[in-house]
């Protein structure tokens, strides 16, 4: 059974205190590895889609990085605006445009 | 553009009510998608169509009814509600099947008491 598993669930950091958060997830023949911004009382944003192991892909502060079992989302020096919930999916079944997600790392970036 | 729609935002019901949750995308998407968000559970797909006149089920379509009459609306039925049917609800739509860059609507918070 595909299992898409985020952590931590939430995470604290000071404003400049870079982190990463975890996706890793147990698919048979991915077909991409998704991750979404959804903050609060807003439905999810689309940030970057990453197909092969190795790949890499930044936006402003975040990087996103694939392994062949997990992926990390990297936040170089957050400001407050990056607090959000950050979510990573995977399609099910293989090669299809639903999506399923995981519950999502909860990051606060605190002044 | 506006992008994709979703009303009402809020709503209430009681049990055994029905009603429809609305959703319009003007992208002219192929591809439209429902889905469930509960509280430490993933999004959860409802049912989703790959074009007018077509729809199939998710992973919980259980209690909920679609069509898809024209490309820009996908509204979803709630036939006969219950309390377990309480979530935040998400519309998604994609230019077709294979994009993979799914724009999500700002959600329609249901209780059903």
């Known amino acids: 059974e595909d299992q898409v598993t985020q952590s931590p669930e939430a995470l604290r950091l000071q404003e400049g205190e870079s982190s990463s958060l975890n996706c890793s997830y147990t698919?048979?023949?991915?077909?991409?590895l998704f991750w979404y911004r959804q903050d609060p009382g807003k439905g999810p944003e689309f940030l970057f889609t990453?197909?092969?192991a190795g790949e890499e892909k930044e936006k402003e502060r975040l990087k996103a990085t694939l392994t062949k079992k997990e992926s990390f989302l990297h936040i170089t020096a957050p400001k407050p605006e990056d607090s959000a919930t950050y979510l990573c999916?995977?399609?099910?079944?293989?090669?299809?445009?639903?999506?399923?997600f995981g519950t999502g790392t909860r990051l606060t970036v605190i002044p | 553009n506006a992008g994709v729609t979703q009303t009402p935002k809020f709503q209430v019901l009681k049990t055994g009510q029905s009603m429809t949750l609305q959703c319009a995308q003007d992208?002219?998407?192929?591809?439209m998608s429902w889905y469930r968000q509960d509280p430490g559970m993933g999004l959860r797909l409802i049912h989703y169509?790959?074009?007018?006149?077509?729809?199939d089920q998710g992973e919980v379509p259980n209690g909920y009814n679609v069509s898809r009459s024209t490309t820009e609306d996908f509204p979803l039925r709630l036939l006969s509600a219950a309390p377990s049917q309480t979530s935040v609800y998400f519309c998604?739509?994609?230019?077709?099947?294979?994009?993979?860059?799914?724009?999500f609507g700002s959600g329609t918070q249901l209780s059903v008491l």
């Open positions: 998604a739509s994609s230019r077709d099947r294979t994009n993979e860059k799914l724009f």
């Open positions: 698919v048979s023949g991915l077909r991409g």
């Open positions: 990453l197909y092969s």
């Open positions: 999916a995977v399609p099910s079944p293989p090669g299809a445009n639903n999506l399923f």
């Open positions: 992208m002219n998407h192929e591809y």
């Open positions: 169509s790959v074009g007018a006149g077509i729809t």
